[in-house]
């Protein structure tokens, strides 16, 4: 029997990098039972940063489900990933739950991407629980970080737990909700609750009307007996407290310590009693399908093959049953299904709505997928996944690999869909894009390490282009005697420039047939091909338009290759004289940074040719946003580490091409030049 939908808990764990977010679901799933000892990032012993990447770099890179078992309900949990590199799957399993826990570092409070994970909770209409961890640390004030994370994220976030003690003196926490005390178990499994001690009774007694204040708030008939001084049972304020949740008017604060399992039990108990359950919310697939899961995450794993991992939204999944893909209609068997806890598999019969699940070694289904037990109408939720902001150029180390290499981030792709692998048309070169340098630095690791594929990562080639700002009128002539049959081909054209410095365009303005009708086209696509290579820096040329005005023929001697070629000749001797300049690629970034490193920020993307368009303050942080060219920000990551000890964050994305300044381009085409002539003839 699956378990009933309102038995489910579906929780995203989210937040900024390092605020114990694994470290967290470690604890939960110890001290549900699940686990019997509590691994730590340090020993690599955690259940979910299970992947050999993750644990040499002590940081998450994808998500993990994991599942436990708390007050009989099923709680489903996916750690995620909380750098912005890896943010495909964080992206992904929102899409999927009900409820996000949002892990907040009681040192640094409200992070870059605390507040952007919010941001998307917040789209999706997520339920949301606040966790402070990390009280034990120096400089941990969990009342600042409360003050700052309703500041910043929302004013209805409310305290459901207090600390008592602070920094290396605390020593436990207190339920509000349950009225009651846990103290620190060292790393054991937290025992039964006790009293709240005294010397807190006074502040408690604070928070603890607050928490109510709001509640009866959210809820009439509560307010009601409030007002008329009854003394209201915690299951009742649970209730209500719920429903507030569920509607998203209540983010209740929890707080603990991670790594020592300090705070799990009330934590588990407010994922039970303040998380709705799927019945609860409505769900992203409106169809009449009496079976449907979605797919939000694909690993590609080098044994088992391509695992696909769903969540059921209608009906019961099963073992070997056969389900249709809405996308391309193809019939999937789905043989071994099984629950995913970290990296262990274990074999399951079926899951049922509202539940998350695993399945191997479907054939064609891929991330974003629909599968259904008939064909329906239904539109598959979208996941929203960024586009990619950085390219790097690759290559296989051993010459003859590079069609393992691609297959091979073809696969990766799969699993990753902010992993790009293209070919720059310009440049020739395969370009690996991700999310950030780490990102691809990752991907390129995996590769080697699962698919056994070595590859080289270089800086992409900046793709420059070429236009003209004059006009100019010339003459192409191909003429050629020998023996036999000869050549002949000549045109006169026209070159103007191009609106904007984009597209091609080519006008036929032949009268009187003096080149006739089948020998034109040839003119134009002699143009095209010379238009691959400017005479400048050999770069593409593009804003161009080509009238071709006169020319002659030769009954005999005339063909469409000869007229290719005088079409050819006319474009670069126009070329030449009609002001050739180059263009190079304008990015717009944007740039989050603490506040007092916005100087430095500023100065920095000055020296890049950078033009700053504007300044938002976003709660201790700034957003910076500027033009800057992309020949100045390829490596732009190491400055940003290094001028905001890695607080820094940022976005970019193509805006438009623009002339390069003389004293530049001068430069580059000095490079072309040289280049062109140290290649063997
Ligand atoms: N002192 C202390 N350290 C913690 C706590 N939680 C996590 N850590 C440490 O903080 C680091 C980051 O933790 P991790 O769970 O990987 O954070 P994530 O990136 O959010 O998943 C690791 O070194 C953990 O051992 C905590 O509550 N107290
Ligand atoms: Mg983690």
Redesign the pocket.
Known sequence: MPIEAGKIRNVA?V????????????ALLFQSGKTNRLG???AGT?V??WDEDEQKR???LSASLCSCEWQGRKLNFI?T???SGFQADTVASLRVVEGALV?VS?VMGVEVNTSRVWGRAEELELSRVVYI?????ER?DFYRVLAAVQEQLSDRCIAIQLPIGAEHELTGVVDLLHNCAYMDPHGEREGDPVAIPDELAATVEEYRTKLLDAVVETDETLMERYLSGEEIPAEDIAAALKNAVTRDEIYPVAC?????N?GSHALLDLMVEGVPSPVKKPSPIETDATVAAFVFKTVADPFAGRISIFRVYAGEVKSDTTLVNHRDHSKERLGSLMTLDGKEHEKAAGFGAGDIGAVAKLKEVQTGDVLVDAEHDLEPPALGFPEPVMSFAVSAKTKGDEDKVAQALRRLGEEDPTLRLSRDQQTGEELLSGMSQVHVEVAVERARRRFGVEMELHQPRVPYVETIKGEARAHGRYKKQTGGRGQFGDCHIVLEPLDDHVGYEFVDKIVGGVIPQGFRPAVDKGIQEALQHGNLAGAPVQGVRVTLVDGSYHNVDSSEMAFKIAGSMAFRSAYEQAQPVLLEPIMELEVTVPDEAVGAINGDLNSRRGRLHGMEPKGGMTMIKAEVPMAEVLTYNQALTSLTGGRGDYHMQFLRYEEVPAHIAQKLIDAAKRDNEAVPA
């Open positions: 764990v937040g900024h990098r390092g605020t114990g977010k694994t470290s967290l679901v470690e730590t990032i340090e955690t979910s940063d002590q940081m998450s750690d990933p909380g750098d892990v009681g961890n990390m009280l034990d640390r941990a603990g310590v991670a790594t020592k300090l």
